[in-house]
């Protein structure tokens, strides 16, 4: 049997720490909403055959467009196939790397579990 006054074992300190934890939870949430709202309108460069082809995505790895050059299209398909891929990838690794480091910035210093 437990005496009185024991409750869930939630003393003042720790409703501190629960409030501080809701706070920080919920500023991450605001910054990730904001953040995912710029990721969106960021424009990241993939470029292949020395600019030959370029392929533009947003921060999250949306395609927005692709740029060919007239000189790239007498290479042949085959050639342009891998000159488009290649452009891709690359932009697809800028737009992942540039999402991770804004991730890191937005929780870094929140000394959140997991992060």
Not at 14 to 22: P, R, T, V
Request: charged letters at 30%; zero cysteines.
């Amino acid at each position: 049997m437990t005496g009185k006054g024991q409750g869930f074992g939630f003393g003042l300190g720790k409703m501190k720490e629960l409030a501080d934890a809701f706070k920080k939870a919920q500023q991450v949430q605001e910054g990730a909403k904001r953040l995912q709202e710029e990721l969106e309108q960021m424009e990241i460069l993939g470029e292949s055959g020395g600019g030959l082809v370029k392929v533009i995505v947003s921060g999250n790895q949306e395609p927005k467009r692709v740029e060919i050059s007239p000189d790239a299209l007498a290479e042949g398909a085959e050639v342009l196939s891998d000159l488009v891929t290649v452009a891709m990838k690359e932009a697809y690794n800028k737009s992942t790397a540039t999402m991770r480091e804004r991730m890191e910035e937005l929780t870094s210093g929140l000394e959140l579990p997991g992060f």
